[in-house]
């Protein structure tokens, strides 16, 4: 019996060494594309354990899932896995009158909500919620062991009177809804990283953004990244026992 508890406690603590945090999102958390850089490319520089990101351009909660790619992590995610959901940017309605862009969501904070579009070959296609999308993923990271946190989009560029303000709309909103319907840790992304940005002030976020008014280079990447870890230092979240010496050092404050 000795032994056997032995055995279990070592099997117990090398899984525990080995947990990777798996990044889901679109392409302001994904690997660099020219000279524009996601923030989940410098996010592991202030963490001890393995990042994989996942990120891709484009991508909707809604793509996301029909293309495949929350299969993709939910296949390989082991017991003890973080997973971080952040999306938001490209589920936008197509606009009226124009055909299903394939990414956009039912409009509303919920998870039955569902809507129906028209594809570009005319059809009508049945299409949910975000939280649908968004919740559906976290319930098969449930199913494997994983821990999932939601975290909400990205702020543009958008100073108005010398300030970013914290409101980020509905997709934060909805973020924000999953994490108490699911009971998971939601960081509020937006929030953390319009602070970063107000500190900073316009003139020198202005120099983050070099192509448009919500892709960021590096050096954006890295604040970007820094308002995410302290959000996550602020948070319950156990994860953020895998923040390495570095991160305590990121400035501003809890919100």
Same mark, same amino acid.
């Given at each position: !019996?000795?032994?056997? /508890?032995? &055995?279990?406690?070592?099997?117990?603590?090398?899984?525990?060494?080995?947990? =990777?945090?798996?990044?889901? +999102?679109?392409?302001? !958390?994904?690997?660099?594309?020219?000279?524009?850089? $996601?923030? +989940? =490319?410098?996010?592991?520089?202030?963490?001890?354990?393995?990042?994989?990101?996942?990120?891709?351009?484009?991508?909707?909660?809604?793509?996301?899932? #029909?293309?495949?790619?929350? /299969?993709?992590?939910?296949?390989?995610?082991?017991?003890?896995?973080?997973?971080?959901?952040?999306?938001?940017?490209?589920?936008?309605?197509?606009?009226?009158? *124009?055909?299903? #862009?394939?990414?956009?969501?039912?409009?509303?904070?919920?998870?039955?909500?569902?809507? =129906?579009?028209?594809?570009?070959?005319?059809?009508?296609?049945?299409?949910?919620?975000?939280?649908?999308?968004?919740? %559906?993923a976290i319930n098969a990271v449930a199913a494997k062991g994983g821990i999932s946190i939601i975290s909400s989009l990205t702020p543009h560029n958008s100073f108005v009177n010398g300030n970013i $303000?914290?409101?980020?709309?509905?997709?934060?909103?909805?973020?924000?809804?999953? +994490?108490?319907?699911?009971?998971?840790?939601?960081?509020?992304?937006?929030?953390?990283?319009?602070?970063?940005? *107000?500190?900073? $002030?316009?003139?020198?976020?202005?120099?983050?953004?070099?192509?448009?008014?919500?892709?960021? %280079?590096?050096? $954006?990447?890295? &604040?970007?990244?820094?308002?995410?870890?302290?959000?996550?230092?602020?948070? =319950?979240?156990?994860?953020?026992?895998?923040? *390495?010496?570095? +991160?305590?050092?990121?400035? %501003?404050?809890?919100?």
């Amino acid at each position: !019996m000795l032994l056997y /508890n032995a &055995v279990a406690l070592l099997a117990a603590t090398l899984a525990v060494r080995s947990q =990777t945090l798996y990044l889901a +999102g679109d392409s302001t !958390m994904a690997p660099s594309s020219g000279v524009i850089q $996601g923030w +989940g =490319t410098a996010v592991g520089r202030y963490l001890s354990i393995t990042t994989v990101n996942k990120g891709v351009g484009g991508e909707s909660a809604r793509s996301y899932t #029909n293309n495949g790619r929350f /299969n993709e992590i939910i296949n390989v995610v082991k017991p003890g896995d973080f997973v971080v959901f952040e999306f938001g940017h490209n589920d936008v309605s197509a606009g009226s009158g *124009n055909p299903d #862009n394939g990414k956009q969501d039912a409009v509303g904070d919920g998870y039955d909500i569902t809507a =129906t579009v028209t594809a570009a070959n005319g059809t009508q296609i049945l299409i949910h919620s975000f939280a649908y999308y968004i919740e %559906n993923a976290i319930n098969a990271v449930a199913a494997k062991g994983g821990i999932s946190i939601i975290s909400s989009l990205t702020p543009h560029n958008s100073f108005v009177n010398g300030n970013i $303000g914290f409101d980020g709309g509905r997709f934060q909103t909805y973020a924000k809804s999953i +994490g108490t319907r699911k009971n998971i840790v939601y960081v509020d992304h937006y929030s953390y990283t319009a602070q970063a940005f *107000n500190a900073l $002030g316009q003139t020198k976020v202005a120099t983050f953004f070099p192509d448009d008014a919500l892709h960021f %280079n590096a050096a $954006g990447a890295d &604040v970007v990244a820094q308002a995410f870890i302290k959000g996550l230092l602020c948070s =319950t979240s156990t994860l953020k026992i895998k923040v *390495n010496s570095a +991160g305590p050092n990121v400035p %501003n404050g809890c919100l």
